[in-house]
């Protein structure tokens, strides 16, 4: 399909990937009282070369770390692991390359079969315990969850659902907030991305 978002568009063509409306129904992010999705996020076998082929196309550029996974608890346990991951945004979408991970099989079990797989879509959105109870009773089962909080100044939460029976994909909410407010992180992408535009000169 073709969407207003033309640079959205180069790059799902580059990975030979779906727009999530091909996988997921609006009608089913109302029906679950999620907003629609602002991150496609996809596993990458080689996270650099996936920055690059993006890049080439249009989009980012992409802010591209190995960080700690904050409190990931997977499946119940907790456990200690790293991740590979890269943001940017083809217009007004962001796209998230995500590497195999260190201590993880969450996006290498993605990759067995392939370099690139579209692995889930994410929702920022606040009100989380509420979200939560809503997908788990939807018959969505949280897979795994982390986050941090500074006190009552700043916290993210984040959560996977296991949507691949219906969908193919995960459901991934995204719950920011700073002083009880929700808290986006697209002006410090967006900061970042001027920046490094500006230095490349």
């Known amino acids: 399909m073709e969407s207003s978002n033309k640079l959205l568009d180069r790059v799902l063509r580059e990975f030979d990937l779906p727009h ?6 609006r009608d089913a992010f109302y029906q679950l009282g999620l907003k629609f999705p602002q991150q496609y ?12 082929r993006a890049e080439s196309v249009g989009a980012g550029p992409f802010l591209h770390a190995t960080i700690p996974a904050p409190n990931w608890v997977e499946q119940g346990e907790h456990i200690k692991c790293k991740i590979e991951l890269a943001l940017g945004y083809a217009g007004d979408r962001q796209i998230e390359f995500l590497g195999p991970g260190q201590g993880t099989q969450h996006y290498s079990r993605a990759l067995r079969d392939t370099d690139v797989a579209f692995h889930h879509v994410g929702i920022y959105q ?7 109870l809503r997908l788990e009773n939807a018959g969505y089962a949280e897979v795994v969850r982390g986050g941090v909080r500074i006190g009552k100044a700043l916290s993210f939460d984040f959560r996977y659902f296991d949507s691949r029976p219906d969908y193919g994909i995960y459901l991934e ?3 920011f907030t700073y002083l009880g407010r929700e808290l986006s992180i697209a002006p410090f992408l967006h900061a970042y991305a001027k920046l490094r535009d500006t230095l490349a000169f």
């Open 20 to 25: 999530v409306e091909e996988r997921i129904p």
């Open 126 to 132: 606040n009100g989380m315990r509420d979200i939560a």
């Open 173 to 175: 909410v995204q719950d």
């Open 41 to 52: 996020a996809v596993a990458a076998r080689d996270v650099a070369e996936c920055v690059r």
